[in-house]
Nanobody, 127 residues
Framework: QVQLVQSGGGLVQAGASLRLSCAAS????????MGWFRQAPGKEREFVAA????????YYADSVKGRFAVSRDNAKSTVYLQMNSLKPEDTAVYYC????????????????????WGKGTLVTVSS
């Protein structure tokens, strides 16, 4: 049974930093590209960042580029999202996801491409 267990959300002030973690089990972690998505109230789920299986290639949404950094530790089967200079518009439920397909922006930025999902963690940024 595949599980993606998320941690690290919370309430912070604008300008602060948070790190989200997503620990995977029940799958061969190194065979999956990993993505982060978010969903704000009343909005559709949107792509945030993704990282390839082993060479460290990454993609980012324009809205977070330069502020967020995605990384992974295959030995720990864990992916991270370091979020710096947080803004109120970053407030959302953040989800990690695993993708078994080719690592292209078109694929990893699409929620429908993901094979497995975490349950989400709430990030609230106050102004």
């Amino acid at each position: 049974q595949v599980q993606l267990v998320q941690s690290g959300g919370g309430l912070v002030q604008a300008g602060a930093s948070l790190r989200l973690s997503c620990a995977a089990s029940g799958l061969t972690f190194s065979r999956y590209a990993m993505g982060w998505f978010r969903q704000a109230p009343g909005k559709e789920r949107e792509f945030v960042a993704a990282i390839s299986r082993s060479d460290g290639s990454t993609y980012y949404a324009d809205s977070v580029k330069g502020r967020f950094a995605v990384s992974r530790d295959n030995a720990k089967s864990t992916v991270y999202l370091q979020m710096n200079s947080l803004k109120p518009e970053d407030t959302a439920v953040y989800y990690c996801a695993a993708d078994s397909g080719p690592f292209t922006y078109y694929i990893v930025s699409s929620p429908s491409s993901m094979s497995y999902w975490g349950k989400g963690t709430l990030v609230t940024v106050s102004s």
